[in-house]
């Protein structure tokens, strides 16, 4: 099937457009952020001339985008995979890839019909149908296993829909007056960023199971907005316009809609990623003949979306970003760009971190072998780092370390990485918390829980850190906790290492 003759809308159909971009000649101006940032470039997949990263997760894990509806995952342990299912004329496209490295994507089969399909590396794609629809499509899903799209009956009719692993599809009912939509994505409560759909006219809608449909209206002077993206706040985000003018849009449960501009005279900005801090990314064409785009990015505190090009750290060589689409939880960008004027290719675009100081530690539960903390190695840098850590426990209940530091400026992004294992337990998990100082506990929403097998490598991501992980004298703290059964032999928690990356506030 040709790709203009798919029925596919919105996000998938720019990436193709996004292909005929071309370089941005001239110097920029000096960046309006303190922030810097690190061009990160993956190569281009297999038989690929051009490529984009369109989602990636917070291990920097990818699904990448080539022509022809070439489809690949990315780690940078296994290099680039195909997905399954590739085959002439056969096309693909690709909707959200899970912390667990599950990937979601659409897939025409050689009828020309569309099906969901999820997949992990080493095992099989499965490929899934709203039941008695020829079209079926995926745009969202969750670390449930939920998914989102449409299907689309034979007379072109789109039904937004659910799927739950054991219950299947279900159909989500639009607003009323509305005869169908698009589900475009769906967070881990379970929360369905839905446009409404008539023949003339769209509505952007938030669906809950319990809830059903709650009609969002439209941003203040605006006529459409979409909804391509929602976090765990339960913000969407997306691309608005009124008449030809295209610009940013956010809704908030609390605040409502704010508009949001570029730094263009025009407005031709398409947010097309959202994190769970608010932050929005899209490409803007800054010219259509020659078609040229740029890369933006928005922040809250920010009157207007700016260029990511003026944040480029120096010394990266003659590069350029031509267009981006997702953003992660650390701020890791995924999208596109140019080296010496080359093809357009694969890159993670990051910003610049430091270490958090560590400043001291304690053991909050367990006993301690031996001699006590002398074999806590060294300070390494700013970041703790422990040769060999070592609590027994013969009663087997929490075991936890406790590092607390400072941090000089508010976390704009930040993260806590730990490499450990259990002896003498062969079951047992580890568990990553940060302070929350808004609440004055651990926090337990963003808690990172991995199961031990030998030596493990595990992290904790902040979401939303400059809103609750820094108290008011810059105290930062961290809570790595080992937990097995409640009756047993001693066992003992090891840790290799423990260090804290983040990227401060302007």
């Not at 279900?170 to 759909?197: F, K, M, W």
């Not at 809830?211 to 002077?221: A, C, E, I, S, W």
């Not at 508009?259 to 010219?287: A, K, M």
């Not at 760009?337 to 958090?356: L, W």
């Amino acid at each position: 099937m040709k790709r203009a003759a798919s029925p596919l809308k919105g996000h998938h159909q720019l990436i193709g457009r996004l292909a005929a971009a071309l370089a941005l000649a001239g110097a920029l101006a000096p960046a309006a952020s303190a922030q810097r940032y690190i061009v990160e470039r993956l190569g281009f997949p297999p038989g690929q001339r051009y490529a984009s990263v369109a989602r990636l997760n917070n291990q920097g894990v990818c699904l990448v985008q080539g022509v022809g509806g070439r489809c690949f995952y990315w780690s940078a342990l296994l290099g680039f995979i195909p997905l399954p299912g590739q085959s002439e004329p056969r096309e693909q496209f690709l909707s959200e890839i899970t912390q667990d490295g599950t990937a979601y994507y659409s897939d025409f089969d050689t009828a020309g019909t569309l099906s969901a399909a999820v997949w992990r590396p080493g095992g099989t794609a499965i490929f899934r149908k709203f039941p008695a629809l020829p079209t079926t499509e995926v745009y969202g899903a969750n670390e449930q296993g939920q998914f989102v799209g449409r299907g689309t009956n034979s007379n072109d009719r789109d039904w937004p829909y659910l799927f739950t692993p054991g219950q299947g599809f279900r159909r989500i009912e639009a607003l009323p007056t509305y005869p169908g939509g698009h589900a475009h994505d769906i967070n881990d409560r379970g929360e369905v960023s839905v446009d409404n759909r008539s023949l003339t006219d769209t509505q952007p809608g938030l669906w809950t199971a319990q809830g059903g449909m709650r009609d969002l209206g439209q941003p203040p002077g605006t006529d459409q907005a979409t909804g391509v993206r929602i976090n765990s706040q339960g913000q969407i985000g997306g691309p608005a316009k009124l008449f030809l003018t295209v610009f940013g849009w956010r809704w908030d449960p609390v605040d409502g809609h704010r508009v949001v501009y570029s730094e263009e005279p025009r407005g031709e900005w398409r947010p097309l990623g959202l994190n769970d801090q608010g932050h929005l990314v899209g490409p803007y064409p800054i010219s259509l003949e020659p078609f040229v785009v740029e890369p933006y990015l928005w922040r809250p505190e920010w009157e207007r979306a700016r260029r990511l090009n003026q944040m480029l750290a120096p010394g990266q060589g003659p590069i350029r970003v031509n267009s981006i689409g997702c953003i992660n939880e650390k701020g890791w960008i995924g999208g596109n760009a140019r080296y010496d004027g080359g093809e357009m290719e694969p890159v993670i675009v990051k910003p610049e971190t430091s270490p958090v100081a560590v400043d001291a530690f304690q053991v909050a539960t367990g006993r301690l072998l031996g001699g006590g903390l002398e074999s806590l190695a060294s300070v390494d840098g700013d970041s703790l780092r422990v040769a060999r850590f070592i609590v027994p426990n013969a009663k087997a209940p929490a075991v936890s370390l406790v590092l607390e530091g400072s941090a000089p400026r508010e976390l704009l992004y930040s993260w806590v990485k730990v490499r450990a294992r259990i002896l003498g337990l062969p079951d047992a998990s580890l568990r990553i918390e940060l302070y929350n100082w808004t609440t004055g506990g651990w926090d337990a929403e963003f808690g990172t829980v991995t199961p031990l097998d030998g030596w493990t490598d595990a992290e904790c991501v902040a979401r939303r850190p400059n809103k609750h992980f820094r108290g008011p004298d810059g105290t930062v703290r961290a809570r790595v906790s080992a937990t097995g059964p409640l009756a047993g032999p001693a066992w003992s928690l090891e840790v290799d290492y423990a260090e804290w990356e983040a990227t401060f506030s302007d």
